[in-house]
Structures are given as C-alpha cells and as structure tokens.
C-alpha cells in the first residue's frame, strides 16, 4: 500500500516508517506539504476542478493539529497556533477519492474540546467506520509508551500499525 502520513512531530513521522515497513510511506511534516502531495504545490495554477489526486495515496493518516502556517493566513500573528487542519485534510481526501482515511491524534482528551468530541467518533474503541465506500477512523487514543522518550517529556508514539489494521479490518 502507499500511506501517505502527515503529522508536524517527526518523531511521530519516524515511527510511522519503523512500524509499516511492508509498505510505501511518504510523510509529511505539516498542512502545506500535504496539500502539495495531494493537489500540488501552486494555489493560483491548481486543477482545483480535478478531482484527481497528484499522487495516488490508498490511504492518508493525518494529525489532527498542525501548527498554522504564515503562508496562508492574512494576520500573521496566528502563525504558529495548533490548527485542527487534520479534517480539512480528510475532506480533501474524501474530494479525490481517497478512500481510506484516519485523523490521529495525541492531544488530552481531558484538556482539547476537540479531541474530547472525536471521543464520540472514535473513542476508546477506536471502531473504524463507512461513509458509502470510504472507511474513516479517528482515533485519540491509538498510542504507544516509549520509556527512551519520558525524559524529553514525550513518552507516547502513534501506533500507526494498529491503525493501519484497524482500517484494513473494519467490515
């Protein structure tokens, strides 16, 4: 399978190569990067009537929350800010047919409205689900503990390759 995976931590990204080695991964490391993957790199020149992906991806795991970029906001202070860009990803993937999709992410449920409310959507179960033939998962608890990384104050990975199952085995 061709993965693509998006996510602005590279230790996440790192993981993601590690744990799906029977499969091409590319990555990228924030909203932009993703959107020139998907529909190409130039806002004024884009197929934005294509709905033909630039590369063919038959699945997409995206962060929730990617800090916003300079490049596409008018108020430069907002640079910077956690972005829930993961569901216009998925919207866009839904828009080219990409039929497989996960948003992921590592934030506090207890502390982000966001993530609270995907509890709804995916939750402690983390149940895949079809909306017609495209299976979504999202999914706020699919992590791993990594000892070598508590003393950074960053014990936990994505768990991509349980995603990846999950997805692969919803019905």
């Not at 693509?4 to 790192?14: A, S, T, Y």
């Not at 130039?42 to 709905?51: A, E, G, V």
Request: aromatic share 8%.
């Amino acid at each position: 399978m061709k993965i693509l995976i998006i996510d602005d931590n590279n230790d996440n990204l790192e993981a993601a190569k590690k744990l799906l080695t029977d499969h091409e991964v590319i990555t990228a490391n924030s909203y932009e990067a993703a959107e020139e993957l998907l529909i190409g790199d130039d806002h004024f020149s884009r197929r934005k009537d294509s709905n033909v992906p630039v590369e063919n991806f038959d699945l997409v795991i995206t962060d929730l929350f990617m800090p916003a970029s300079p490049t596409g906001l008018g108020d430069k202070s907002m640079a910077g800010q956690e972005t829930p860009y993961g569901f216009v990803l998925a919207l866009l993937c839904l828009r080219l047919g990409i039929n497989k999709i996960a948003i992921m992410t590592d934030s506090n449920h207890h502390k982000n409205p966001i993530s609270w409310a995907l509890d709804n959507l995916g939750g402690n179960d983390s149940k895949p689900f079809k909306v017609n033939e495209t299976t979504m998962l999202f999914a706020s608890n699919l992590i791993i503990w990594d000892n070598q990384r508590c003393d950074q104050g960053l014990p936990f990975i994505k768990d991509y390759e349980r995603a990846l199952k999950l997805i692969l085995n919803s019905k």
